[in-house]
């Protein structure tokens, strides 16, 4: 079946550096990629929507200077968080649309952020 | 605007029952999925189980089923014979056919089976 790899799974960086987050499908042509976060104990929230060779698209509330999204190919959507505060350890999941009928969506394992 | 509402924060059963995890949505697009997914501690999401808005049939896969009742906006998750395994959040989520591929997700649902 379709794999979406996420890397890394958990990193812990110092306030104010900055993580980039990969997001790669593995056997499948991603135009489309999701960016998620979850708090603990809560339900995931969309962040922005990520698309190849064009700006990503955010929701309302997320601010696109601290967390730039690259679609650089059809494979590979990176979120990086910029200027970490603690107060942005969470947990980042993406997911990848084959874009072939109405099921095919998949998410990566997730990454775990925590900024000391 | 699409919204997801799943009622039971928390939820027991016991090993080999069966367990029926409430969903309901609203939304005014016509054409629409809904899904069910299971996030285990590790934190990765798993699919379990799809409905079209046009499918006649309620989706079956094997020990999970969908009770998909349009009319009443309702897409119930049944596990038969739970397992220990089974324990784990359950998310329904929906996404419009038509256009925004994105999914939106109920709060969750924690179940625990219990031998």
């Known amino acids: 079946g379709a794999v979406v790899s996420q890397h890394p799974s958990r990193v812990i960086c110092k306030s104010g550096t900055s993580v980039k987050i990969e997001c790669r499908s593995l056997d499948f042509q991603a135009t489309t990629m999701f960016w998620y976060r979850q708090f603990p104990k809560k339900s995931l929230m969309l962040m922005a929507t990520?698309?190849?060779?064009?700006?990503?698209?955010?929701e309302q509330g997320v601010e696109k200077d601290k967390f730039l999204i690259n679609h650089a190919s059809l494979t590979l959507s990176t979120l990086t968080v910029t200027s970490a505060h603690p107060e942005d350890s969470s947990f980042y999941i993406c997911?990848?649309?084959?874009?072939?009928?109405?099921?095919?969506?998949?998410f990566g394992e997730g990454s775990r952020l925590t900024v000391l | 605007a699409q919204k997801i509402t799943q009622t039971q924060p928390g939820m027991f059963v016991q090993e080999k029952e069966a367990v029926t995890l409430d969903c309901t949505y609203d939304?005014?697009?016509?054409?629409?999925?809904l899904f069910w997914y299971k996030q285990p501690s590790s934190g990765e999401m798993i699919f379990l189980i799809y409905?079209?808005?046009?499918?006649?049939q309620n989706a079956t896969e094997g020990r999970y089923s969908l009770n998909f009742q349009k009319a009443r906006k309702s897409a119930n998750l049944v596990i038969s014979a739970s397992q220990l395994g089974d324990s784990a959040m359950y998310f329904c989520?929906?996404?419009?056919?038509?256009?925004?591929?994105?999914?939106?997700f109920g709060s969750g649902t924690r179940l625990q089976v219990q031998p």
């Open positions: 989520a929906m996404r419009d056919n038509t256009g925004r591929r994105a999914l939106t």
């Open positions: 990520s698309n190849e060779g064009s700006k990503a698209t955010y």
């Open positions: 409905q079209g808005s046009y499918d006649q």
């Open positions: 997911s990848a649309d084959r874009g072939r009928g109405t099921g095919e969506l998949f």
């Open positions: 939304t005014s697009d016509p054409s629409y999925g």
